[in-house]
């Protein structure tokens, strides 16, 4: 049975940072591109980062180039997200996804629509 387990969310005050987690199990983490998408009440959920299978390639949302940054230890069998001068507009729930599918991991680039395995998400509140 695959899980993945999101932890690291919060409320934080407009420019400070969050580290989010996800560690998985049942699968073999690298294997997967992983990646982090978020939805925010009322709108689609939407990609935020990926990071290739060896960790040596990574890929970002506009919203957030500069102030995410997406990691993996796949001896750990977990994937981060360290996000810095948070801003009220990164509220949302958080989900840590799994991609097996994705071919040459260049531009991890995960689509909602083809993610095999999602965590259950973790609630980012950033306050003004």
């Known amino acids: 049975q695959v899980q993945l387990v999101e932890s690291g969310g919060g409320l934080v005050q407009a420019g400070g940072s969050l580290r989010l987690s996800c560690v998985a199990s049942?699968?073999?983490?690298?294997?997967?591109?992983m990646g982090w998408f978020r939805q925010a009440p009322g709108k689609e959920r939407e990609f935020v980062a990926g990071?290739?299978?060896?960790?040596?390639?990574?890929y970002y949302a506009d919203s957030v180039k500069g102030r995410f940054t997406i990691s993996r230890d796949n001896a750990k069998k977990t994937a981060y997200l360290q996000m810095n001068s948070l801003n009220p507009e990164d509220t949302a729930v958080y989900y840590c996804?799994?991609?097996?599918?994705?071919?040459?991991?260049?531009?991890?680039?995960?689509?909602?629509?083809?993610?095999?395995?999602w965590g259950q998400g973790t609630q980012v509140t950033v306050s003004s």
């Open positions: 990071i290739s299978r060896s960790g040596g390639n990574t």
């Open positions: 049942g699968l073999t983490f690298s294997n997967y591109v």
């Open positions: 996804a799994a991609d097996f599918k994705i071919v040459g991991d260049i531009i991890p680039s995960l689509s909602q629509y083809l993610v095999d395995y």
